[in-house]
């Protein structure tokens, strides 16, 4: 399972012309579910993502987490972040859950980080996002658990 982390100013993400989620300062989280992924994957890829310090202190510092930042979470499904591009120029899906499997593992990381932060903004699993977004910094990390 891999999280690709965005520090945000704010973030949203449409399906056609409807606004499905929206945050403000916080986390964009972008979610790929692998094959392998088990319920224990999830549990773990919550709590690194709500404890990742990437959040500035007073001086300026990476060195609080999302929760300690009041910050919001918007979690995107993205299968494309299982994809394997060691080789070719045509990436492989082949590792990737299939969608069942993602849709249920999906589902059940948002749950949890809405167990321990409270609101959290979705898109819709599978369908054709737009998503919009301030990255603040910039500041990406690709978390894999």
Do not use: C, H, W
Not at 102 to 128: H, P, S
Not at 130 to 141: A, H, I, M, Q, R
Request: hydrophobic fraction near 40%.
């Amino acid at each position: 399972m891999k999280a690709l982390l965005q520090r945000v100013s704010k973030a949203s993400v449409k399906v056609g012309r409807s606004n499905v989620g929206a945050i403000g300062p916080g986390l964009l989280v972008l979610l790929g579910v692998d094959q392998e992924d088990s319920r224990e994957t999830v549990t773990v890829l919550v709590e690194k993502t709500l404890n990742y310090r990437i959040f500035p202190d007073k001086e300026g510092k990476m060195n609080l987490n999302v929760q300690e930042a009041r910050g919001e979470v918007l979690v995107v499904s993205q299968f494309t972040l299982s994809a394997d591009t060691r080789k070719g120029l045509r990436p492989s899906f082949s590792s990737a859950a299939p969608p069942l499997q993602a849709e249920m593992f999906y589902l059940a990381y948002v749950e949890e980080v809405r167990e321990k932060l409270g609101k959290v903004e979705t898109g819709q699993f599978g369908a054709d996002m737009k998503v919009s977004l301030v990255n603040n910094g910039p500041v990406t990390f690709l978390l894999e658990a």
